[in-house]
């Protein structure tokens, strides 16, 4: 049994050490050109046919899926939608095999002779249900080239030249960052781009599209590239196309400089795709309601979508964290200053909202109450974890539902960052009577080399310098005690002359967040999300409704003995003020009904901001156009 034990663990060490050979990537030349060409025709399965064809030499070489997603910020490449993959070299096919210790790892031989092998697969997208984002409908698609290629390991992707055509359904209209080099029916032929510029450069295409010029003659151009579900959808006034440039011109403005060559919003105006933002150099990928332009004051909640994909460019994509920026794909990337890169990014994707117009002042700050009720009453979660700790929820949760959020927390990097960055707001305009404030910071640390599109990189430290260079502090301690800490992260609004309150009539952001998500919220009374149908959405950790037994995934069905609907909840809470019996609940969990009592007597609650007297509005200045 000790020789039989013996011999296997040789086996396996020696299986191992075979698997450990995936070359790490060398700041080498990379000899001729990645030719990645992409079928998307198949609209009714909803399947890509991908071919890539990569230079290569005789003797092993390996194929990598990119498996780090930039933007995702985690190991989330869809590996799982791989399929049907053929190696071949001088039109022989080759025997791959997939590294069992890293599955986005693929080897084969290249035999005498072959100066390249191709490697053809099918990408099986979403289906819809629990298969992930849908990217492909009758009417649109969204095609993101790190999900459909393979490249070689062993050098750094920016030393891949790369070179990618699309074959789309018949007459679809397309946008990209892509240059095109030619079209040849429904072919396009782009022009050749570095392997890592590839992956940035995402595209949309549809049978329904319309673009927009954000910044009418200008060198470097900036557009607004519609698709839609329906013609209608696409009808925007000239109004609306205003307040879209102007928001170009007040990113330029708060930077001074910008880092593309051009830029391409690609915004889905879709029911059906997959609900998008995601950030890339010289493009963003987004999607908003069918309503966007034509349902206007309606769907203007989700108007600071656009501005945050925008701001990337600046901050994520051409400064980014020092340990996001990898070699490849494939090395782990380090997500520890992601309060900056998404933190600053949300605080000033709701700025721009504002001076551009795609928001009303008093829309910004019914957001920012909601924003600031979350870290003052809505994450119980912060008393035993830290918001830099959440820097790691890319990894940990990978935006996966969660039974309790608000105590377990997942990337509040975001909002938690946008509430740290406006405490740093209102100390510089401190310490420096007014004259100075973020702005500057935005300027210095992110408005350098005007037409640079190259990654440079940042540290703590930087961040740190850049903000003695504005006004001297002990900043690194300011920030730390922010991230490292368990406070409620809302002592900007003081400095900005505003206070948080809480009152008995929703603001208008927090009826409309409520709409979005068809439920009734009252998690800063009795501490309970409900959904139209009764469902339990959210429950507050420590809260009348926690203690009372109630979690996510039950489902009310009466309320003081009358059918449940969101109104008879929020009738019994406010009732409640002034009677001392408890709101009784009738609550279905699997196959058992009970009955569960909530002893609380508080009265609705809902986030607002209020003025200081004697304070000046900051607020105001933060918000006014330049």
Avoid: C
């Amino acid at each position: 049994m000790l020789l039989r034990a013996a011999i296997l663990s040789a086996l396996l060490f020696t299986t191992a050490g075979a698997y450990a050979q995936t070359p790490p990537p060398q700041d080498i030349p990379f000899p001729g050109t990645l030719r990645i060409d992409v079928d998307a025709r198949d609209i009714g399965r909803r399947i890509f046919k991908v071919k890539a064809t990569i230079p290569a030499q005789p003797g092993p070489l390996t194929l990598l899926y990119p498996q780090w997603l930039p933007g995702a910020h985690s190991p989330s490449g869809p590996i799982d939608k791989l399929a049907g993959l053929q190696v071949t070299a001088n039109g022989k096919p080759l025997t791959w095999t997939r590294d069992p210790y890293n599955v986005y790892a693929f080897t084969v031989n290249v035999p005498q002779g072959a100066t390249d092998v191709v490697a053809n697969f099918n990408f099986m997208s979403s289906q819809g249900g629990t298969q992930g984002r849908v990217v492909m409908t009758p009417d649109i698609l969204n095609l993101q080239w790190n999900a459909n290629s393979l490249y070689p390991a062993g050098v750094n992707t920016r030393n891949i030249q790369a070179q990618a055509t699309v074959t789309l359904p018949p007459g679809w209209s397309y946008a990209t960052a892509l240059e095109t080099e030619r079209r040849d029916g429904d072919t396009v032929v782009f022009k050749p781009i570095s392997y890592d510029h590839l992956v940035d450069s995402p595209l949309f295409a549809g049978q329904h599209y319309r673009q927009f010029d954000l910044d009418p003659g200008a060198k470097v151009p900036v557009r607004l590239n519609v698709f839609a579900d329906n013609a209608k959808s696409l009808e925007a006034k000239p109004e609306q196309i205003e307040k879209h440039r102007a928001l170009v011109q007040q990113i330029y403005k708060l930077y001074g400089a910008r880092h593309f060559d051009r830029y391409d919003f690609l915004l889905a105006l879709t029911s059906q795709l997959g609900g998008i933002g995601l950030e890339h150099q010289r493009s963003s990928e987004n999607s908003g309601d069918t309503g966007y332009f034509t349902e206007w004051d309606s769907t203007w909640l989700g108007r600071d979508l656009l501005p945050h994909e925008f701001n990337h460019s600046w901050n994520g994509k051409y400064r980014r964290g020092a340990d996001l920026t990898t070699a490849n794909f494939n090395v782990p990337m380090g997500d520890s200053l992601l309060w900056l890169y998404e933190g600053q990014t949300q605080f000033w994707g709701q700025v721009l909202a504002a001076r551009s117009g795609l928001w009303s002042v008093d829309q910004t700050r019914d957001m920012l109450a909601n924003v600031a009720a979350t870290y003052d009453r809505g994450r119980p979660g912060l008393a035993w974890r830290n918001l830099q700790d959440t820097t790691n929820d890319p990894t940990i949760a990978q935006r996966r539902a969660l039974a309790f959020r608000n105590y377990q927390m997942s990337e509040d990097y975001y909002s938690g960052g946008q509430m740290v960055w406006l405490d740093v707001e209102g100390k510089l305009r401190a310490l420096t009577g007014n004259k100075r404030s973020l702005d500057d910071f935005a300027k210095a640390f992110f408005g350098m080399r005007d037409g640079d599109w190259n990654v440079n990189t940042y540290t703590f430290e930087d961040v740190v310098s850049t903000l003695n260079g504005i006004a001297p502090y002990d900043w690194a301690t300011f920030l730390r005690e922010r991230l490292d800490g368990h406070g409620p992260l809302i002592g900007g609004l003081e400095a900005a002359g505003w206070k948080l309150t809480y009152t008995d009539t929703p603001n208008d952001a927090f009826k409309a967040q409520q709409t979005r998500a068809k439920n009734t919220n009252l998690l800063y009374s009795i501490g309970l999300s409900v959904g139209d149908g009764g469902g339990i959405i959210d429950v507050l950790w420590d809260s009348p409704a926690f203690n009372a037994g109630l979690s996510p995934g039950m489902t009310v069905q009466a309320v003081n003995g009358r059918v449940y609907k969101g109104e008879v909840l929020k009738d019994a809470v406010a009732d409640a003020k002034t009677n001392q019996a408890p709101i009784t609940l009738m609550v279905r969990s699997f196959d058992r009904i009970d009955t569960v009592r909530i002893d609380y007597h508080g009265g609705l609650q809902y986030p607002k901001l209020e003025r200081i007297a004697g304070k000046p509005d900051r607020l105001a200045e933060l918000w006014k156009a330049r």
